[in-house]
């Protein structure tokens, strides 16, 4: 039965996308809607133009050089987000209290966070040693506490079928006998 849920779940995520992907692919297609919808403005403002080719040429350069500083931007974001949502996971990992905070430390220290790299697996490098020292200084931000799950009211296995008092023979007793024993324990 175990394996056949798994096999179930295993399918199901077989399409499951990151959340820090979905980010990047949506900021992405939102950014070349904007660029398609300012190109196309800027074309039909050259229809409406009767320009010399020596005026368009130097128009296109300058469009060229507004994509390019464009892209740049763009890339700059997508980083971002990208180094955002792995630091909020890696805190989140670490049961961080309150992100914006932790977050404010890092940056203080010498951790620039617009100058970080990635490791292979998708986190920023370095971060997990900076979190663990945060823990040691300012534990105060980090749920540390290890939580035991404890179960109220009947443990399982038990029969709960056992007599008031233990040393007693129940079997001869009368109701009376059995309320005056409930209400000696109260």
Known sequence: MAAKCEKASKEELKGFVTKE??????????QAEADLKVANEKIDGFEKLNLDSETLKSEIETLKADN???????????HRIKVETAIDKAIADK???NSTAIKALLNS????????????????????ARLDELI???EYLFDTSEQ????????????G???L???ANTADWSYEDFVNEVENQK
């Open 161 to 163: 079928n056992e007599p």
């Open 148 to 159: 035991k799950l404890t179960f109220k009211g009947t443990n399982p296995g038990e029969s």
């Open 68 to 78: 390019l500083a464009k892209d740049e931007a763009h890339k700059k974001e997508i």
């Open 21 to 30: 992907r979905f980010n990047e692919v949506n900021e992405e297609k939102k």
């Open 95 to 97: 049961k961080g209290k």
């Open 109 to 128: 220290d010498n951790f620039n966070l617009d100058e970080v790299d990635f490791n292979d697996d998708g986190t920023v490098k370095g971060l997990a």
């Open 165 to 167: 008092d233990k040393g």
């Open 136 to 138: 040691k200084t300012d």
